[in-house]
Protein backbone atom coordinates (compact mmCIF):
# COMPACT_ATOMS: atom_id res chain seq x y z
CA UNK A 1 0.00 0.00 0.00
CA UNK A 2 0.98 3.71 -0.77
CA UNK A 3 2.55 5.36 2.46
CA UNK A 4 -0.46 7.15 4.64
CA UNK A 5 -0.17 11.05 3.85
CA UNK A 6 0.98 12.65 7.32
CA UNK A 7 -2.39 15.31 6.99
CA UNK A 8 -2.30 16.27 10.86
CA UNK A 9 -0.87 15.97 14.41
CA UNK A 10 -2.72 12.65 14.59
CA UNK A 11 -0.68 10.99 11.97
CA UNK A 12 2.44 12.37 13.31
CA UNK A 13 1.63 10.34 16.96
CA UNK A 14 1.27 7.72 14.11
CA UNK A 15 4.00 7.67 13.09
CA UNK A 16 5.93 8.32 16.25
CA UNK A 17 4.09 4.99 17.67
CA UNK A 18 5.71 3.11 14.90
CA UNK A 19 9.58 4.43 15.06
CA UNK A 20 9.93 4.71 18.82
CA UNK A 21 10.90 2.00 21.14
CA UNK A 22 7.81 1.17 23.73
CA UNK A 23 9.40 2.47 26.68
CA UNK A 24 10.74 6.01 24.82
CA UNK A 25 6.99 6.14 23.50
CA UNK A 26 5.50 6.12 27.44
CA UNK A 27 7.97 8.36 28.45
CA UNK A 28 6.68 11.23 26.14
CA UNK A 29 2.72 10.21 26.22
CA UNK A 30 2.58 9.44 29.88
CA UNK A 31 0.52 11.53 32.66
CA UNK A 32 0.65 11.13 36.04
CA UNK A 33 -1.59 8.72 38.17
CA UNK A 34 -5.24 7.77 36.09
CA UNK A 35 -4.36 10.30 33.13
CA UNK A 36 -6.97 12.66 34.20
CA UNK A 37 -6.04 16.17 33.09
CA UNK A 38 -3.80 14.33 30.00
CA UNK A 39 -7.00 13.12 28.48
CA UNK A 40 -9.01 16.08 29.89
CA UNK A 41 -6.82 18.44 28.44
CA UNK A 42 -7.22 17.53 24.48
CA UNK A 43 -10.76 16.88 25.07
CA UNK A 44 -12.25 20.18 27.01
CA UNK A 45 -11.00 22.48 23.70
CA UNK A 46 -13.86 20.78 21.83
CA UNK A 47 -16.46 21.81 24.45
CA UNK A 48 -16.07 25.51 23.20
CA UNK A 49 -17.65 25.66 19.55
CA UNK A 50 -16.85 28.39 17.45
CA UNK A 51 -19.11 31.16 16.17
CA UNK A 52 -18.18 32.09 12.73
CA UNK A 53 -18.23 35.74 10.84
CA UNK A 54 -19.12 35.86 7.74
CA UNK A 55 -18.53 38.32 5.03
CA UNK A 56 -15.49 39.57 6.17
CA UNK A 57 -12.88 39.54 3.32
CA UNK A 58 -10.39 37.25 4.14
CA UNK A 59 -8.34 36.78 0.98
CA UNK A 60 -5.16 37.98 2.68
CA UNK A 61 -4.85 36.20 6.12
CA UNK A 62 -1.92 36.99 8.44
CA UNK A 63 -1.13 34.78 11.48
CA UNK A 64 1.91 37.09 12.34
CA UNK A 65 2.18 37.56 16.13
CA UNK A 66 4.04 40.96 17.36
CA UNK A 67 4.13 40.88 21.18
CA UNK A 68 6.19 44.09 22.43
CA UNK A 69 6.51 44.80 26.29
CA UNK A 70 9.32 46.24 27.78
CA UNK A 71 11.20 43.49 28.10
CA UNK A 72 9.61 40.72 25.08
CA UNK A 73 9.99 41.70 21.55
CA UNK A 74 8.44 38.65 19.57
CA UNK A 75 7.41 39.07 16.01
CA UNK A 76 6.86 34.80 14.90
CA UNK A 77 5.25 33.46 12.02
CA UNK A 78 2.47 32.17 13.90
CA UNK A 79 0.83 32.57 18.01
CA UNK A 80 1.92 28.73 18.00
CA UNK A 81 5.36 28.73 19.77
CA UNK A 82 7.24 25.07 21.36
CA UNK A 83 7.16 24.21 24.77
CA UNK A 84 10.17 23.26 27.21
CA UNK A 85 10.15 19.43 27.37
CA UNK A 86 12.97 17.75 29.56
CA UNK A 87 14.90 14.75 28.02
CA UNK A 88 14.58 15.34 24.02
CA UNK A 89 17.65 13.21 23.67
CA UNK A 90 15.44 10.37 24.54
CA UNK A 91 13.41 10.36 21.51
CA UNK A 92 16.44 11.74 19.28
CA UNK A 93 19.81 10.98 20.76
CA UNK A 94 22.23 12.65 18.04
CA UNK A 95 20.60 16.17 17.87
CA UNK A 96 17.96 16.35 20.56
CA UNK A 97 17.06 20.04 21.30
CA UNK A 98 19.54 21.11 18.54
CA UNK A 99 16.95 19.80 16.32
CA UNK A 100 14.02 21.28 17.99
CA UNK A 101 15.89 24.34 17.95
CA UNK A 102 16.62 24.62 13.65
CA UNK A 103 12.98 23.55 13.39
CA UNK A 104 11.85 26.71 15.22
CA UNK A 105 14.13 28.98 13.39
CA UNK A 106 13.45 27.59 10.05
CA UNK A 107 9.43 28.29 10.94
CA UNK A 108 10.56 31.54 12.88
CA UNK A 109 8.52 30.33 16.12
CA UNK A 110 9.09 31.02 19.74
CA UNK A 111 11.14 28.13 21.10
CA UNK A 112 11.30 27.61 24.96
CA UNK A 113 14.39 26.00 26.18
CA UNK A 114 14.43 23.57 28.75
CA UNK A 115 16.38 23.76 32.10
CA UNK A 116 17.48 20.07 31.06
CA UNK A 117 18.06 20.33 28.04
CA UNK A 118 21.15 17.73 26.73
CA UNK A 119 22.70 20.39 24.83
CA UNK A 120 24.43 23.78 25.07
CA UNK A 121 22.18 26.57 25.43
CA UNK A 122 24.76 28.36 23.66
CA UNK A 123 23.94 26.06 20.05
CA UNK A 124 20.15 26.49 21.44
CA UNK A 125 19.88 30.10 21.42
CA UNK A 126 21.43 31.65 18.23
CA UNK A 127 18.32 33.19 16.96
CA UNK A 128 15.47 35.13 18.80
CA UNK A 129 13.30 34.70 19.83
CA UNK A 130 13.77 32.00 22.79
CA UNK A 131 12.93 32.03 26.20
CA UNK A 132 15.03 29.79 28.89
CA UNK A 133 12.75 27.82 31.21
CA UNK A 134 14.09 26.73 34.69
CA UNK A 135 13.37 25.52 37.71
CA UNK A 136 13.71 26.87 41.19
CA UNK A 137 16.77 25.28 43.06
CA UNK A 138 16.75 23.93 45.99
CA UNK A 139 19.70 24.86 48.82
CA UNK A 140 20.57 21.37 49.76
CA UNK A 141 18.94 18.59 51.53
CA UNK A 142 19.11 20.12 55.20
CA UNK A 143 18.01 24.00 53.67
CA UNK A 144 14.80 23.85 51.32
CA UNK A 145 15.13 27.33 50.44
CA UNK A 146 15.80 28.74 46.76
CA UNK A 147 19.33 28.93 45.46
CA UNK A 148 19.60 32.51 44.45
CA UNK A 149 22.87 32.35 43.60
CA UNK A 150 22.29 29.94 41.36
CA UNK A 151 19.39 31.69 39.80
CA UNK A 152 21.64 34.87 39.29
CA UNK A 153 24.78 33.04 38.25
CA UNK A 154 22.52 31.60 35.01
CA UNK A 155 20.48 34.63 34.73
CA UNK A 156 23.87 36.97 34.66
CA UNK A 157 25.08 34.52 31.96
CA UNK A 158 21.90 34.50 29.99
CA UNK A 159 21.90 38.18 30.26
CA UNK A 160 25.78 38.73 28.98
CA UNK A 161 25.91 36.06 26.60
CA UNK A 162 22.78 34.69 25.36
CA UNK A 163 21.22 37.56 23.66
CA UNK A 164 17.85 35.88 22.17
CA UNK A 165 16.96 34.98 25.13
CA UNK A 166 14.19 37.75 26.29
CA UNK A 167 12.84 36.30 29.38
CA UNK A 168 13.51 33.48 32.07
CA UNK A 169 10.05 30.74 32.12
CA UNK A 170 10.00 29.70 36.04
CA UNK A 171 7.77 26.75 36.02
CA UNK A 172 5.86 27.16 39.59
CA UNK A 173 3.53 23.69 39.24
CA UNK A 174 6.50 21.06 40.40
CA UNK A 175 7.49 21.72 44.05
CA UNK A 176 7.75 17.91 44.17
CA UNK A 177 7.29 15.35 40.94
CA UNK A 178 3.96 14.16 39.86
CA UNK A 179 3.15 10.40 40.60
CA UNK A 180 4.09 9.13 37.36
CA UNK A 181 2.63 5.64 38.47
CA UNK A 182 2.98 4.29 34.78
CA UNK A 183 7.05 4.78 35.07
CA UNK A 184 6.79 2.76 38.86
CA UNK A 185 4.93 -0.32 37.18
CA UNK A 186 7.53 -0.91 34.24
CA UNK A 187 10.91 -0.47 35.87
CA UNK A 188 11.91 -2.75 32.62
CA UNK A 189 11.53 1.07 31.33
CA UNK A 190 14.76 2.39 32.91
CA UNK A 191 16.41 -0.16 31.62
CA UNK A 192 15.29 -0.70 28.58
CA UNK A 193 15.98 3.25 28.39
CA UNK A 194 19.58 2.78 29.25
CA UNK A 195 20.05 -0.52 27.08
CA UNK A 196 17.98 1.44 23.69
CA UNK A 197 19.90 5.04 24.51
CA UNK A 198 23.15 4.55 25.88
CA UNK A 199 21.77 5.80 29.11
CA UNK A 200 19.63 8.52 30.14
CA UNK A 201 21.01 12.02 28.35
CA UNK A 202 23.13 13.77 29.79
CA UNK A 203 22.38 17.48 30.97
CA UNK A 204 24.75 20.06 29.28
CA UNK A 205 22.54 23.06 28.94
CA UNK A 206 24.24 25.27 30.98
CA UNK A 207 27.31 23.73 31.07
CA UNK A 208 29.57 26.59 29.86
CA UNK A 209 28.01 28.45 32.54
CA UNK A 210 31.12 28.56 35.61
CA UNK A 211 30.03 27.61 39.09
CA UNK A 212 26.93 25.66 37.83
CA UNK A 213 27.39 22.31 38.40
CA UNK A 214 24.96 19.27 39.07
CA UNK A 215 21.55 20.68 39.19
CA UNK A 216 20.49 20.49 43.13
CA UNK A 217 16.78 19.42 42.82
CA UNK A 218 13.83 21.81 42.83
CA UNK A 219 12.97 23.89 45.90
CA UNK A 220 9.39 23.07 47.54
CA UNK A 221 9.94 26.18 49.69
CA UNK A 222 9.51 28.37 46.26
CA UNK A 223 6.70 31.15 47.09
CA UNK A 224 5.40 34.35 46.06
CA UNK A 225 8.12 36.46 48.48
CA UNK A 226 10.68 34.14 45.95
CA UNK A 227 8.85 35.86 43.15
CA UNK A 228 9.26 39.49 43.56
CA UNK A 229 13.11 38.61 44.35
CA UNK A 230 13.84 36.89 40.84
CA UNK A 231 11.70 39.64 39.12
CA UNK A 232 14.17 42.33 40.49
CA UNK A 233 17.04 39.71 39.41
CA UNK A 234 15.59 39.19 35.95
CA UNK A 235 14.94 42.88 35.56
CA UNK A 236 18.04 44.04 36.83
CA UNK A 237 19.74 42.06 33.63
CA UNK A 238 17.02 42.89 31.49
CA UNK A 239 15.11 39.89 31.31
CA UNK A 240 11.44 39.70 31.53
CA UNK A 241 9.99 36.70 34.36
CA UNK A 242 6.94 34.52 32.92
CA UNK A 243 5.38 31.91 35.33
CA UNK A 244 4.78 28.52 33.67
CA UNK A 245 1.72 26.47 35.85
CA UNK A 246 -0.59 28.61 36.22
CA UNK A 247 -4.14 27.71 36.78
CA UNK A 248 -6.22 29.81 39.23
CA UNK A 249 -7.57 33.79 38.95
CA UNK A 250 -6.44 34.43 42.22
CA UNK A 251 -2.91 33.16 41.18
CA UNK A 252 -2.63 34.76 37.88
CA UNK A 253 -3.98 38.07 39.38
CA UNK A 254 -1.34 38.05 41.91
CA UNK A 255 1.44 37.34 39.17
CA UNK A 256 0.35 40.19 37.79
CA UNK A 257 0.29 42.47 40.25
CA UNK A 258 3.69 41.28 41.28
CA UNK A 259 4.89 42.94 37.95
CA UNK A 260 5.52 39.53 36.26
CA UNK A 261 5.92 39.86 32.02
CA UNK A 262 3.68 37.28 31.66
CA UNK A 263 2.15 34.15 32.46
CA UNK A 264 1.81 30.63 31.22
CA UNK A 265 -1.41 28.75 31.74
CA UNK A 266 -0.18 25.37 32.21
CA UNK A 267 -0.87 21.74 33.83
CA UNK A 268 2.39 20.24 32.70
CA UNK A 269 0.64 18.10 30.03
CA UNK A 270 -1.10 16.58 32.86
CA UNK A 271 2.29 15.21 34.19
CA UNK A 272 2.82 16.67 37.64
CA UNK A 273 -1.24 16.76 39.59
CA UNK A 274 -3.45 14.89 38.10
CA UNK A 275 -7.04 15.80 38.21
CA UNK A 276 -5.55 19.58 37.82
CA UNK A 277 -8.10 21.28 35.73
CA UNK A 278 -8.03 21.21 32.20
CA UNK A 279 -6.33 24.27 30.45
CA UNK A 280 -9.36 25.09 28.19
CA UNK A 281 -11.21 25.42 30.77
CA UNK A 282 -9.11 27.44 32.94
CA UNK A 283 -7.84 29.81 30.31
CA UNK A 284 -12.15 30.76 29.80
CA UNK A 285 -12.13 31.51 33.50
CA UNK A 286 -8.60 33.55 33.79
CA UNK A 287 -9.02 35.05 30.77
CA UNK A 288 -11.87 37.49 30.85
CA UNK A 289 -11.22 39.06 34.71
CA UNK A 290 -7.18 38.86 33.85
CA UNK A 291 -7.88 40.82 30.41
CA UNK A 292 -10.15 43.16 32.30
CA UNK A 293 -7.17 44.52 34.90
CA UNK A 294 -3.72 43.68 32.75
CA UNK A 295 -5.17 43.73 28.85
CA UNK A 296 -1.66 43.68 27.99
CA UNK A 297 -0.57 41.16 29.64
CA UNK A 298 1.16 38.08 27.35
CA UNK A 299 -0.48 34.49 28.18
CA UNK A 300 0.17 31.57 26.16
CA UNK A 301 -1.44 28.55 27.41
CA UNK A 302 -0.78 24.67 26.67
CA UNK A 303 -1.84 21.25 27.40
CA UNK A 304 -3.79 19.26 24.47
CA UNK A 305 -3.57 21.53 21.50
CA UNK A 306 -3.53 19.62 18.73
CA UNK A 307 -5.37 21.17 15.84
CA UNK A 308 -5.42 24.93 14.54
CA UNK A 309 -8.87 25.26 15.77
CA UNK A 310 -7.48 24.86 19.30
CA UNK A 311 -5.34 27.32 18.73
CA UNK A 312 -7.90 29.37 17.37
CA UNK A 313 -10.26 28.81 20.65
CA UNK A 314 -7.37 29.72 22.79
CA UNK A 315 -6.85 33.28 21.08
CA UNK A 316 -10.49 33.97 21.04
CA UNK A 317 -10.72 33.20 24.90
CA UNK A 318 -8.04 36.00 25.04
CA UNK A 319 -4.56 34.38 25.16
CA UNK A 320 -1.62 35.78 23.50
CA UNK A 321 -0.40 32.48 22.08
CA UNK A 322 0.11 28.63 22.83
CA UNK A 323 3.04 26.35 23.07
CA UNK A 324 2.52 22.66 21.54
CA UNK A 325 4.67 20.07 24.01
CA UNK A 326 3.95 16.41 22.91
CA UNK A 327 3.62 17.64 18.92
CA UNK A 328 6.81 18.46 18.38
CA UNK A 329 8.10 15.44 19.97
CA UNK A 330 5.96 13.27 17.65
CA UNK A 331 7.49 15.48 14.91
CA UNK A 332 11.04 14.66 16.32
CA UNK A 333 10.19 10.97 16.09
CA UNK A 334 8.82 10.61 12.90
CA UNK A 335 11.14 12.92 11.28
CA UNK A 336 13.31 14.71 12.97
CA UNK A 337 13.79 18.15 12.28
CA UNK A 338 11.80 18.53 9.14
CA UNK A 339 9.00 16.46 11.57
CA UNK A 340 9.00 19.39 14.00
CA UNK A 341 9.20 21.70 11.39
CA UNK A 342 5.98 19.82 9.66
CA UNK A 343 4.30 19.83 13.51
CA UNK A 344 4.50 23.68 13.60
CA UNK A 345 3.45 23.67 9.65
CA UNK A 346 0.43 21.68 9.77
CA UNK A 347 -1.15 23.94 12.85
CA UNK A 348 -0.12 27.15 11.48
CA UNK A 349 -1.98 26.03 7.88
CA UNK A 350 -5.29 24.35 9.93
CA UNK A 351 -5.28 28.10 12.12
CA UNK A 352 -5.51 29.58 8.68
CA UNK A 353 -8.30 28.00 7.34
CA UNK A 354 -9.97 28.36 10.71
CA UNK A 355 -9.34 31.95 10.55
CA UNK A 356 -10.82 32.30 7.38
CA UNK A 357 -13.82 30.18 7.92
CA UNK A 358 -14.18 32.02 10.97
CA UNK A 359 -13.92 35.56 8.51
CA UNK A 360 -10.71 36.45 10.53
CA UNK A 361 -7.94 38.31 8.58
CA UNK A 362 -5.52 38.70 11.24
CA UNK A 363 -4.79 37.40 15.20
CA UNK A 364 -6.29 40.90 16.10
CA UNK A 365 -9.80 39.75 14.42
CA UNK A 366 -10.28 37.06 16.69
CA UNK A 367 -12.27 37.59 20.21
CA UNK A 368 -14.72 36.86 22.27
CA UNK A 369 -17.31 36.73 20.18
CA UNK A 370 -16.25 33.68 18.21
CA UNK A 371 -16.60 31.34 20.59
CA UNK A 372 -19.32 29.89 22.95
CA UNK A 373 -18.96 27.64 25.51
CA UNK A 374 -20.90 24.26 24.75
CA UNK A 375 -21.57 22.88 21.21
CA UNK A 376 -25.67 23.72 21.88
CA UNK A 377 -25.35 26.92 23.43
CA UNK A 378 -26.82 29.91 22.36
C1 LIG B 1 7.09 18.23 29.70
N1 LIG B 1 6.79 19.48 30.28
C2 LIG B 1 7.76 20.18 30.97
N2 LIG B 1 7.52 21.43 31.44
C3 LIG B 1 8.47 22.16 32.07
O1 LIG B 1 8.21 23.28 32.47
N3 LIG B 1 9.71 21.60 32.25
C4 LIG B 1 10.04 20.35 31.82
O2 LIG B 1 11.18 19.91 31.99
C5 LIG B 1 9.03 19.59 31.17
N4 LIG B 1 9.30 18.30 30.72
C6 LIG B 1 8.37 17.65 29.95
C7 LIG B 1 8.69 16.44 29.35
C8 LIG B 1 7.79 15.80 28.51
C9 LIG B 1 8.16 14.52 27.85
C10 LIG B 1 6.52 16.39 28.26
C11 LIG B 1 5.51 15.76 27.33
C12 LIG B 1 6.18 17.59 28.85
C13 LIG B 1 5.46 20.12 30.06
C14 LIG B 1 5.45 20.94 28.77
O3 LIG B 1 6.21 22.11 28.89
C15 LIG B 1 4.04 21.40 28.41
O4 LIG B 1 3.46 22.06 29.51
C16 LIG B 1 3.13 20.25 27.97
O5 LIG B 1 3.84 19.29 27.23
C17 LIG B 1 1.98 20.80 27.13
O6 LIG B 1 1.05 19.80 26.83
P1 LIG B 1 1.02 18.97 25.45
O7 LIG B 1 1.15 19.95 24.30
O8 LIG B 1 2.16 18.01 25.51
O9 LIG B 1 -0.31 18.32 25.51
Not at 360 to 371: N, Q, T
Request: hydrophobic share 45%; glycine share 8%.
Amino acid sequence: APPKPTLSILDLHERAVSNLPPAVLAYVDLGAEDEESLRENVQAWAAFALRPRVLCDVSRCSTTLRVKTKFIHIETDSPIGIAPFAGAAIVDPERAEGAIAQAATAQNALYVLPHYASVPLEELALVAPRFLQLYAPVCSAQDPSVDFDYLETIIAHVADHISAVQAIVLTVDSPTFGNREKTYRNPAWIAQLQAERGGMPKLRALEAIDGIGKHPGHSPALSWKDIARLRDLCHTHGLGLVLKGILALPDALHAASLGVDGLMISNHGGRQLDAALATASAAFGILPPLRNAFPELPVWVDGGIRRGKDVFRALAMGCTGVLVGRPVLWGLAAEGQLGVQRALKILKEELVTVMKLAGCARLADIGPEHIALGMNKL
